[in-house]
């Protein structure tokens, strides 16, 4: 949520490979680009450029009918994508069933629910890691794969109480490899050649460090890993390899669905359990509706409040940031003042920089500490370089660097 796709979409056009390495269809990139809008749920944000190549990475999970419903838009766009778009042989599918699976786990939470998309993409990683699963390999073995499908589907059946018409299935997957062999390649081979061949190479994360299956608010979280580490085991790439890695955060903090949130500003309009007197529901109010947060994938509102330094700290540890790029700081030109929270106290105790509590429990005692700053109360839309910003967001950009270790390198103002 904090407009990862748009910086992916303003770095894609340098490089020559454009890679995902985690996630599927729950992931929800917006992009503009030549007067058009784009969302991106699946596919790769480079795309659009016509001299890259795209790849879905062996850690991701590939609804086939998604990706073609996405491919739509774009081919009535004229945008040129054929031969541009590669598939992992190792990447897992993501089938109807797993969607259907995915929305009855949910649902038999009841206000217990994690907040799931509904896109199948936790029972299609589950498969995987139980050796249940399906990988996209197999669609040019069909004749095995028609066989692996129809078990899968009598299992799903049996065990679920589902009634998925295992014939339907195969012929529909008949039709979708035909078109998409070509597309199916030893994604490892291919980017660690691509690596040694000299080619530059963009990956693409899906979904907040706070949502990695690992080291997020757990069960709150997705269901792959999305930090930096999920590059190596998601598209074969030696972590000698990477480069470097740019943290997405934008100027305040937002969430969709339930969770702990410390820095919220509670009030029924953002999605918060508080009544809308509570302190802090104007300015919440404000940042949801001028931030315009709402999720592409999900049409949910986010919740929204101050930023979270301890979080950015804690991603900063996690993925070593050459940079951040901080986002959306125009949606606080309004404001008189404001808070940024610095640390967390449990029971009285200041934890340290990098110290994240694993529980649910802990994180909802947490108290924060907040400093408070001046806003600037100005646009600062039409700002192209940093010198051009009121010294009061000059200020606030600096406090973030120097609180959490890292450099800011994007600021985003539009």
């Not at 480079?46 to 991701?60: S, V």
Request: proline share 4%.
């Amino acid at each position: 949520d904090e407009g990862k796709g748009k910086l992916a979409d303003v770095l894609a056009g340098k490089y020559d490979i454009v890679a995902r390495f985690n996630g599927g269809n729950n992931a929800g990139h917006t992009v503009v680009a030549n007067g058009k809008k784009y969302a991106f749920h699946l596919l790769p944000c480079g795309l659009i450029y016509p001299h890259t190549t795209n790849i879905l990475g062996n850690g991701t999970v590939i609804h086939l009918p998604s990706l073609f419903d996405e491919l739509e838009p774009l081919t009535a766009d004229g945008l040129e994508w054929e031969g541009r778009l590669l598939l992992s042989d190792r990447a897992h599918l993501v089938f109807d069933f797993h969607q259907e699976l995915d929305s009855a786990q949910e649902d038999s939470r009841g206000s217990d629910n994690i907040g799931t998309t509904r896109k199948g993409i936790g029972p299609a990683y589950a498969a995987k890691a139980s050796r249940n699963g399906i990988r996209v390999g197999m669609l040019k073995h069909f004749d095995v794969f028609q066989k692996q499908l129809s078990d899968v589907i009598d299992y799903q059946n049996n065990l679920h109480g589902l009634n998925v018409d295992a014939a339907a299935e195969i012929d529909r997957y008949r039709q979708y490899s035909e078109i998409v062999s070509p597309w199916i390649i030893d994604s490892a081979h291919y980017v660690n050649q691509a690596y040694n061949d000299g080619k530059s190479i963009i990956a693409e994360g899906a979904n907040a460090a706070m949502l990695d299956l690992d080291f997020g608010t757990y069960p709150f979280v997705t269901s792959s890993t999305t930090t930096v580490g999920g590059m190596s085991t998601g598209l074969g790439l030696s972590p000698d390899k990477i480069e470097t890695a740019v943290g997405v955060i934008k100027a305040y903090t937002t969430r969709v669905g339930w969770g702990p949130f410390p820095t919220e500003l509670t009030d029924d309009t953002c999605g918060g359990m508080v009544t809308r007197d509570a302190p802090g529901t104007e300015i919440g109010r404000h940042l949801q509706q001028v931030g315009a947060e709402v999720g592409v994938t999900t049409g949910r509102k986010r919740r929204c409040g101050w930023l979270d330094i301890p979080v950015v700290q804690y991603g900063h540890m996690l993925n070593s940031y050459g940079s951040i790029n901080l986002t959306k700081l125009d949606v606080m030109d309004d404001l008189d003042e404001i808070k940024i929270g610095v640390a967390y106290s449990i029971n009285g105790q200041r934890l340290p920089p990098g110290r994240m509590p694993s529980t649910l429990e802990d994180l909802y005692a947490v108290e924060v500490e907040y400093e408070t700053m001046p806003g600037w109360k100005c646009s600062i839309s039409h700002c192209k370089h940093f010198d051009e910003l009121p010294v009061e967001a000059k200020n606030y950009i600096t406090k973030i660097e120097q609180l959490v270790g890292c450099p800011v390198s994007f600021v985003g103002v539009g």
